[in-house]
């Protein structure tokens, strides 16, 4: 009886070691601002990417002011110049700009980089990435000093 047992446990390892074996692991796509030559993580929203056999998708449940929450608030300057850098080559980059009365305002996003407003203040930015295979959207806030 024992060796049936055995023989049974031999047949499963086996089986479970012969499994579909894996062609690498996704990484999601960071996407940093870079002020001042300091790059900063910014905090990821809503994110969707599909390949042959592979499919993910986190939609945020948090809104943009929570997520600005996570992400260390920066310092700047009125008209200084950031760079956004995102992993993987996206085909394109878009900017929102959000205020404390919660209207925004489109950003132009020129070479990877945004002007910062002129007047004082606190602002969220949430930018929108795409690339053939999916969107993301990543959230990050200054204060204009």
Same mark, same amino acid.
């Given at each position: 009886?024992?060796?049936?047992?055995?023989?049974?446990?031999?047949?499963?390892?086996? =089986?479970?070691?012969n499994?579909?074996?894996v062609?690498?692991?996704?990484?999601?796509?960071e996407?940093?601002?870079?002020?001042?030559?300091?790059?900063?993580?910014? =905090?990821?929203?809503?994110?969707?990417? +599909? *390949?042959?056999?592979?499919?993910?998708?986190?939609?945020? =449940?948090?809104?943009?002011?929570?997520?600005?929450?996570?992400?260390?608030?920066?310092?700047?300057?009125?008209?200084?110049?950031? *760079?956004?850098?995102?992993?993987?080559?996206?085909?394109?980059?878009?900017?929102?700009?959000?205020?404390?009365?919660?209207?925004?305002?489109?950003?132009?996003?020129?070479?990877? +980089?945004? =002007?910062?407003?002129?007047?004082?203040?606190?602002?969220?930015?949430?930018?929108?990435?795409?690339?053939?295979?999916?969107?993301?959207?990543?959230?990050?806030?200054?204060?204009?000093?």
């Amino acid at each position: 009886m024992i060796k049936v047992y055995l023989l049974m446990l031999i047949v499963i390892i086996l =089986t479970g070691c012969n499994g579909i074996p894996v062609r690498g692991t996704f990484i999601q796509p960071e996407g940093k601002v870079i002020l001042e030559n300091n790059d900063y993580s910014m =905090t990821i929203g809503d994110f969707e990417w +599909k *390949e042959r056999d592979f499919e993910v998708s986190n939609i945020s =449940t948090t809104d943009k002011y929570e997520l600005a929450g996570e992400f260390t608030t920066l310092e700047g300057s009125g008209d200084g110049k950031l *760079e956004i850098e995102i992993d993987q080559n996206p085909t394109s980059i878009d900017a929102n700009q959000w205020n404390t009365d919660f209207t925004s305002t489109t950003i132009e996003v020129k070479g990877n +980089k945004i =002007t910062l407003p002129s007047e004082k203040g606190y602002y969220i930015y949430e930018v929108i990435v795409e690339w053939p295979q999916g969107k993301a959207t990543y959230i990050f806030d200054i204060d204009i000093l």
